[in-house]
């Protein structure tokens, strides 16, 4: 057994020297949208809830996970915010001394009313899901019709303070790509940011919608007709790279899974509902830690079998080469 001193000396760093700070946390694979690309149609099997990790479980993984050097972790779904009392688990992990960048994913139906409880709770950015500004698009790929409240859900979070406000917008050809610049104007009225990001083959969902795919090239080219992009950076451990649009405080995120990937410097990794730590969105490699904690592991072994589940994390992903093998889905595993 390795000594608690050699542990704490330990980092999460992987066989290719790449040191893994962030951990993106998915707290339920429900969902109140049945976003075309993320679930597929009648998707109704989800995990049960003594399935799921308890709030004192995932504090605890959380914890092993800051004191091994991670500094960033963002809470995901699924929604998150369907999960009940959510902001009493933000602010257990809050607390814990070595997270310093605690986030939230959310499709913002339900932000409206959540917002500042989480903010008071410990949340400091956040990202919302928004494909589309037009109310009948928003049904089609969505299957619901509550663009209202997730517009409310925006103006609300922006009300109580949260920034900055990330609006993630999955390009889709043929679907939401006429929308590149009403989406950018939007966000430059209302002070959010913007981030553009692929399609990848996902599970069956995604792959359902790969004739969607449109490189972000094409996107960019398609801004730059009407904006001057300058060179930026924001706060946060994702993979984007940034642009400030000139004369404005706005910048514009580009999200290259397929096209341009980032694998070289990938810095994170996923803990699903279930308890599973995903090494790559892109690959099977996994340890089930669940089966683990409810056995009696002890905090320096759990600490342990983190630093050695990183001996399972790939030099990259293979969406492009075998897209058939990730047959889990974006909901499930914690976008």
Do not use: W
Request: hydrophobic share 35%.
């Amino acid at each position: 057994m390795m000594s608690m001193q050699k542990l704490n000396e330990k980092r999460l760093i992987d066989p290719l020297g790449r040191t893994i700070d962030y951990v993106r946390l998915s707290v339920t694979d429900k969902c109140n949208l049945r976003c075309t690309y993320c679930m597929p149609e009648g998707h109704k099997v989800f995990e049960r809830l003594d399935e799921c990790l308890t709030f004192g479980e995932i504090e605890r993984v959380i914890r092993a996970f800051s004191e091994l050097g991670v500094r960033r972790v963002r809470i995901t779904g699924g929604e998150p915010l369907v999960r009940k009392n959510i902001p009493e688990l933000v602010t257990r992990l809050s607390t814990l001394s070595g997270v310093e960048d605690l986030s939230l994913s959310t499709n913002a139906v339900l932000l409206a009313s959540q917002a500042e409880a989480l903010r008071n709770a410990g949340i400091k950015r956040l990202n919302v899901s928004l494909d589309t500004l037009r109310r009948d698009r928003f049904e089609e790929i969505t299957g619901n019709d509550d663009f209202d409240r997730v517009l409310d859900g925006l103006m609300m979070a922006r009300q109580v303070g949260f920034e900055p406000i990330k609006v993630n917008m999955l390009a889709l050809k043929g679907q939401n790509d006429d929308e590149v610049i009403d989406m950018t104007e939007f966000c430059i009225e209302n002070g959010f940011s913007l981030r553009f990001i692929e399609t990848m083959p996902m599970g069956s969902a995604g792959r359902a919608v790969t004739h969607h795919y449109m490189p972000l090239s094409d996107v960019k080219a398609q801004l730059e007709t009407k904006f001057d992009l300058v060179p930026s950076v924001m706060p946060g451990g994702g993979p984007a790279r940034y642009y400030r649009i000139d004369g404005s405080d706005s910048n514009i995120g580009f999200i290259t899974p397929i096209s341009r990937h980032f694998c070289d410097t990938c810095n994170r990794v996923r803990l699903s509902v279930d308890g599973t730590l995903h090494l790559c969105l892109g690959q099977t490699r996994s340890v089930p830690l669940r089966p683990l904690l409810r056995d009696g592991i002890d905090d320096v072994e759990l600490k342990n079998t983190l630093v050695e589940a990183l001996k399972l994390k790939p030099a990259r992903h293979e969406f492009s080469e075998k897209p058939e093998q990730i047959i889990r889905f974006m909901s499930s595993t914690g976008g």
